[in-house]
């Protein structure tokens, strides 16, 4: 097969593979091992009292230039929840106190 259609069919059969194996993926909510739905913008007080114990948690601060020319400090909290081998691993990223991101990995362990 030649000609511009199997340049198509290549194409898409590449972005097919691409996204099959592209990694993490990104969503507005998250339903917490008991049931629970948490959405990106809830504060963490929100999130701790409806969601179970995250698997594990890390804290960072990270200094960011801003375009006035100062810096802000971030105060960055990640928990991960891993839900076992047949469920997906979730990273809830939060920045001072807000859930600003939502992403779900490859299996869990």
Not at 19 to 37: E, K, L, Q, Y
Not at 63 to 80: K, M, Q
């Amino acid at each position: 097969m030649k000609g511009p259609f199997s340049k198509i069919v290549l194409v898409a059969v590449c972005l097919c593979l691409l996204c099959t194996f592209a990694g993490a993926t990104t969503s507005d909510t998250f339903r917490c091992p008991n049931g629970a739905i948490i959405s990106v913008n809830d504060r963490l007080s929100t999130v701790t009292l409806r969601c179970d114990t995250p698997t594990s948690v890390s804290r960072r601060s990270v200094t960011r230039g801003l375009a006035s020319g100062y810096y802000d400090v971030v105060e960055i909290e990640e928990w991960t929840y891993d839900l076992g081998p047949s469920l997906f691993v979730y990273y809830l990223t939060f920045e001072n106190g807000v859930l600003v991101r939502i992403e779900s990995g490859g299996y869990g362990k």
